[in-house]
C-alpha cells in the first residue's frame, strides 16, 4: 500500500471521506462542492469534485455515473493529481 492509501485509509477511518457508489463498488472518497458567484452574484453555480488514489478507482473515466448520499453524478472529466497515484474527476449532478 502506497502513501496515498495510507492517506486515504486514515481520512476515511477520521470520518473525512463520504462513500460513493461506482459501478456497483462503494468506496471513500474525497468530496467537494464549491458554489461560485455569477454575473455578479445574480447566479450561483456548484462544482463538485472527488479526488481518490488511482489504485482505488483506475478504470473511472468520462461519462461514468457516481452516486454520493443519494444524487447521482456524472464525471466530466479526470485529471492526475501529484506524481499521478491520486485522480481528481470534476462531476456533473443529474
Not at 19 to 32: C, I, K, N, P, Q
Not at 64 to 88: L, N
Amino acid at each position: 500500500m502506497g502513501i496515498v492509501e495510507r492517506l486515504y485509509e486514515a481520512a476515511a477511518n477520521a470520518g473525512l471521506l463520504v462513500s460513493a457508489e461506482v459501478a456497483g463498488r462503494t468506496v471513500s472518497v474525497g468530496f467537494l462542492c464549491i458554489d461560485d458567484n455569477l454575473l455578479d452574484g445574480l447566479v450561483r453555480s456548484a462544482a463538485y469534485t472527488i479526488t481518490y488514489p488511482l489504485s482505488l478507482l483506475p478504470d473511472l473515466e468520462t461519462g461514468h455515473t457516481v452516486v454520493i448520499a443519494g444524487q447521482t453524478y456524472q464525471v466530466r472529466d479526470v485529471r492526475a493529481i501529484g506524481d499521478g497515484t491520486e485522480r481528481r474527476a470534476d462531476l456533473t449532478r443529474l
